[in-house]
C-alpha cells in the first residue's frame, strides 16, 4: 500500500495562511488524497480530498503536485480553532481502506 | 445537529468484563465502520459494514465483535477488554467505499480497563 509522509509538528501564527505539506511518493493513478484533522478529543472532521486537480472548499484548499507525489493543505487565515492534527490519507479507488499517514501537529499562536 | 453519534463518550468497564459500545447515525449511510486509537496514533480500521454485509480487518483480535442490526445502529462488543484494549473507538459512516467518499466520524467512547 502507498504511504503518506508527514512533519510531526508545525507551528504557525494566528490569521497568517498555513501550507501543511505530504509526500506520497508510492501514489498509484486510482489513489485519492484526503486530509481529516482532529481537534483534541474529538473524532477526526473530513477537511477535503482530490484526485488529479486542485480543490477548494469552505474550510481550505488542497494544491496536488503534478506528478502526484505530493500535496499540500492550505488553509488561508489560521484561528486558534484549527488548532489540530491534521492527518494526510489515500483511499484507494477500489477499495474502502483510508490509509492514514502519522499526522501533523499544527499549532497556532495568538 | 450530531450525524454520527456514539454512546456512551466515556466508559469504564473492568478486566475481562464484556462491554457494548454503540453508534447511531443519521444520514442513513449504506457503510459503517468501527476504528480504534490508541495515544498520538492514527487510527486503526477494526472492521466495517457495508449494508448487512460484515468484513472484518485480518489483524483484529477475535475479541471484539460487531453487530448492526439496521441501517441506522451498529454496536461493538469487547468479549473480554484486557488492558490493552483501553483506548479511543471511534464510529464512521460513508455512503460508499470508494476511494472518493469521505468518511463522517463520531465524537468516539473513551474506554477505560480497570
Known amino acids: 500500500d502507498a504511504k503518506t509522509t508527514q512533519p510531526n509538528s508545525m507551528e504557525s501564527n494566528e490569521e497568517e495562511p498555513v501550507h501543511l505539506p505530504c509526500n506520497h511518493s508510492t501514489i498509484s493513478g486510482t489513489d485519492y488524497i484526503h486530509w481529516y484533522r482532529q481537534l483534541p478529543s474529538q473524532g477526526p472532521e473530513y477537511v477535503i480530498h482530490?484526485?488529479?486537480?486542485?480543490v477548494n472548499n469552505r474550510m481550505a484548499s488542497l494544491a496536488i503536485a503534478e506528478d502526484r507525489k505530493s500535496s499540500t493543505l492550505i488553509l488561508h487565515r489560521a484561528t486558534l480553532r484549527d488548532a489540530a492534527v491534521y492527518y494526510c490519507i489515500l483511499s484507494m479507488d477500489s477499495n474502502y481502506q483510508l490509509i492514514w499517514g502519522a499526522g501533523t501537529k499544527l499549532i497556532i499562536k495568538p | 445537529d450530531a450525524m454520527v453519534i456514539q454512546n456512551p463518550r466515556y466508559q469504564v468497564t473492568q478486566f475481562g468484563k464484556p462491554v457494548t459500545l454503540s453508534c447511531s447515525q443519521t444520514?442513513?449511510?449504506?457503510?459503517m465502520y468501527w476504528y480504534q486509537q490508541k495515544s498520538s496514533q492514527a487510527p486503526k480500521l477494526l472492521f466495517h459494514?457495508?449494508?448487512?454485509?460484515?468484513?472484518n480487518e485480518a489483524d483484529t483480535p477475535d475479541n471484539f465483535q460487531s453487530r448492526r442490526p439496521n441501517t441506522s445502529f451498529c454496536f461493538l462488543d469487547i468479549r473480554s477488554p484486557g488492558l490493552g484494549d483501553a483506548a479511543m473507538y471511534l464510529c464512521?459512516?460513508?455512503?460508499?467505499?470508494?476511494?472518493?467518499?469521505?468518511?463522517?466520524f463520531g465524537p468516539g467512547t473513551r474506554l477505560t480497563v480497570t
Open positions: 482530490g484526485l488529479t486537480s486542485n
Open positions: 464512521a459512516t460513508s455512503a460508499g467505499t470508494s476511494g472518493g467518499h469521505e468518511q463522517y
Open positions: 444520514l442513513n449511510h449504506n457503510v
Open positions: 459494514y457495508y449494508d448487512k454485509d460484515f468484513n
